[in-house]
C-alpha cells in the first residue's frame, strides 16, 4: 500500500523539527509519497504530521521522530491521532479565503494550484479591462493588509491612470512586527496566489515588472518565492505573453538586509534603488513617483494574495464578509504567550475578547491574560477592560489602537509593562532610519525618560506624554509616528506598573 | 579573535564576477553586497571602493548604504552565527532570560565574538515565529520554543 503523507515546509514547523520528521519518515516508508505543503496554522500541533486514509486527511500531532513507528499500527489510537484535520475546532470556525490553499496544497505544484481554484482569477481578469479590474478591485472593500488599511483599488487606479513609460508593482514583504507571520506562510504555503494577484495588479495599472522585497529573516519563504517564480515563468504565468494573451508581466525577489524601517513603503522603495532605507517625504506618492521615480503599486503580500479569490469568486461575494468599512476577511495571527497559537482566517468583527479567551485558549503558562498588543511593536496594549473591541480598522483606531498587520501578542500578569514601554522606545531608537527628529532623538529621550520613571520620577511621567505628542505629530513615518501607541498604551491602562516603581523607590 | 583575511588578487576577481552577474540589476547595490557578504562572510573594506566605482556610485555612498544595515558586517563572524529573537511575542515567551543566560555564559554582548573565534551573538527583530517562541536562528537554522537547555547544547556543539 503507498501511503499519501504531508508535513509543513512552513519555517514554525521547520523550527520545531520537521526536517528531522521528514527525513526519519523518508528512511522508515521509502514508498511513501511526502509531501511538504505550508502550515494549517494550528502552530502547537506543528509539525502536523497529516496521512491520507481514504481520501480523508487525517492528523497527528505535535508530531516527533519516535512517533513514526506507531504509524504502522491502528493508526486511530495513534498516541497523536487529531483525526481528520478539515473536522477540527479550529479549521472549522474559519472562513479561509486567502488561505483556502496554504497546508492544502503542494506549493511548488502548479497544477495542485490549478485544481483547487488557482489561476481562474487571473483569466477572467484578462477578460476584462483594466478599467473594470481596478473598479472590481475597489468594489470588494480591500484594503491595504499591511496595516495602513488604504483601499487597493483607489491605490490601483492612481497609478493605472499614471502616464510613464515603465510602472511596477512591489509587493512588500518586509513583515518585520513581530507577531505576525501571516506573509511568510503565504508566501511559504501558497507562492503562487501572491505571483497571480501580482500579476492582475500588473495588467489593471499596465505594470509589466514586479518586486517582491521580502526580509532576509525569512529564508524558506526566500526559497519558495524564488522557486515559484521560475515555475511560474516556465509555465507562462508570468513573462511575454500571460497564458498567452496580450499582457507582459515578469517579476523578481529582492532580500531586505534587517532593517525594521524598510517595511515603510518610502524607505522600502529607496532599499530597492541600493540607498540606505531612509523614509522619503510623501507627495510625491508612489503611486506616481515610486521605485526608480516610476509609478509604483505598493502592496502587502495578504492584500495581492487576496486578489485572486475576489477575480475567482466577485466583489460581491468578498465584501459581503466584514463589519463597517472593514470588509472581507483577516488571517488573524494570535501569538505571544499563548496556548493555541496561529494563523486563523476570518470575517472582520470578532470582539478582541472572544478571539483571546476563546479561539485562542488564553496563554500558554495557565495565568491570566494581561495585555494584548494588536498590530505589532508599533500597535497598542490592549487591557481586558477593551476586550470588548470588534475587529475592524476603524473600530481599533476608536480605541486609540491599531490593527496594522493584525498580529495579536499575548501576554500573561507576570509582564511588567513599564518594561514593554521601554523597549517600544528601545527598538525606535535602534530601528530609526535617522531621517526626522522626533523619531531619531525622541526615542533616545524616551528610553531614558522611562528609566527615570522606573527609578521612581513621577515628574517623568508628563514629559513622556509630551514627548510622545511630539513624536506622534511630528514623525515623518509610522516608525517615530506609531512608537507613541505601545507607550501610551502601556501608561493609560496599566497605571500600577508606572505608580508601583515610583512609590517602591520613594520607600 | 578572527583575523581578518588577505583581500588579494583571487578575492578581487571573485568580486568582478559578482559585479559583472549583478550590475545590470535595478538597484544593484544590496543584491551585490549580499553576494560578497555570502562569499567572503563580510563586506571586505578594499570591496568598497571596487563596488561604488563599479556602479559610479561615491565611495561615502556605498560605506553609508552597507553600514545602514544590520545584516551586513565589516568583519568576519565566529564559525557558529547564534541570533536571538528580542522582539515582543519572544519576550512575552521569556526571551528576556534566554537573553541574559546567553550574554552570560558567552560573555558576549551583541555583534561580539567568542576569543576562540566559536561563536558570534546577535540579536534579531522577529523570525515570524511567534506562536512557538522564544525563536533562534543557527548558522540560518531556526529553532523555535527556545530554552536554556537548547541553547547550552546548542553553545557547546559549536565549541567542541
Redesign the interface.
Known sequence: MSMKMYLPLDSAAVALGADDVAAAIAARFPEATLVRNGSRGMVWLEPLLEVEIDGVRHGFGPFETTDIDALSGDLANHPKALGPVDDLPWMQRQTRLTFARVGVIDPLSLDDYRAHGGVTGLERALSMTPAEIVTETTDSGLRGRGGAGFPTGIKWKTVMEAQADQKYIVCNADEGDSGTFADRMLMEGDPFTLIEGMVIAGIATGATKGYVYLRSEYPIAIEVMNKAVAIARQQGLLGASILGSAHAFDMEIRVGAGAYVCGEETSLLNSMEGKRGVVRAKPPLPALEGFMGKPTVVNNVISLATVPVIFERGAQFYQDFGLGRSRGTIPLQIAGNVKHGGLFEIAFGLPLGEIVDDIAGGTASGRPVKAVQVGGPLGAYFPRDLFDTPFGYEEFAGKKGLIGHAGLTLFDDQQDMLKMARFAMEFCAIESCGKCTPCRIGSVRGVETVDRIAQGDASAIPLLTDLCETMKDGSLCALGGFTPYPVMSALTHFPDDFATTAQEAAE | MTATPVFGDAEQHVLHEILAANRHL??????I??AVQHQFGYVPAEALPVIAKD?NISRA?AH??MS?????RDHPAGRTTLKICR???????GADDLVDHARDSLALDWHETTKDGAITLEQ??????????P?M?VD?K????ADVAKLDAIIAEARS
Open positions: 535595478e538597484g544593484a547595490l544590496l543584491p553586497l549580499h556602479l555612498e553609508g548604504v545602514f544595515y544590520h545584516d551586513f522582539a515582543e511575542a519572544c519576550q512575552a515567551m534579531v527583530f522577529c523570525l515570524g515565529l511567534c506562536a512557538c517562541g525563536a536562528m540560518g531556526l529553532v523555535g520554543r
